[in-house]
């Protein structure tokens, strides 16, 4: 993996969150142009508002499919893991041993925590 694509992934969640706010600001933006173009005169600004809600549309669009920096991560760590020959041979000690150390590192983290809030 680059650092380009590593960045990339980095801000999905930042695409979305902008995504979203196009999408608000646009909505309202082209439904004021929209009223204010409703008759013969304010041709431009029916038009305007069209595209102006358009973009609003691709803005949905945008932050209901681009996935977010952990779904992304998931998509991309997940298959490998899961095909992975190495992985799948491992020995059942190895992975007992694994759970051990995490159950450890997870219980020391909560007495950390409990330790701090008191």
């Not at 979203?20 to 029916?46: D, P, Q």
């Given at each position: ?17 902008a ?28 038009m ?52 051990e ?18």
């Open positions: 993996m680059t650092g380009w694509q590593m960045y990339w992934i980095l801000m999905l969640d930042n695409l979305c969150c995504a979203a706010m196009a999408m608000i600001l646009c909505g309202g933006i082209g439904a004021f142009l929209l009223a204010m173009g409703h008759g013969e005169s304010n041709r431009k600004a029916l305007a508002g069209k595209i102006v809600l358009t973009i609003a549309a691709i803005s949905v669009l945008l932050a209901i499919f681009v996935p977010s920096t952990k779904q992304m991560a998931a998509i991309i760590v997940v298959p490998k893991i899961v095909n992975s020959e190495q992985v799948q041979e491992m020995p059942e000690n190895l992975i007992e041993l694994a759970n150390w995490v159950k450890d590192k997870t219980e020391s983290l909560k007495g950390t925590e409990h330790e701090e809030t008191n």
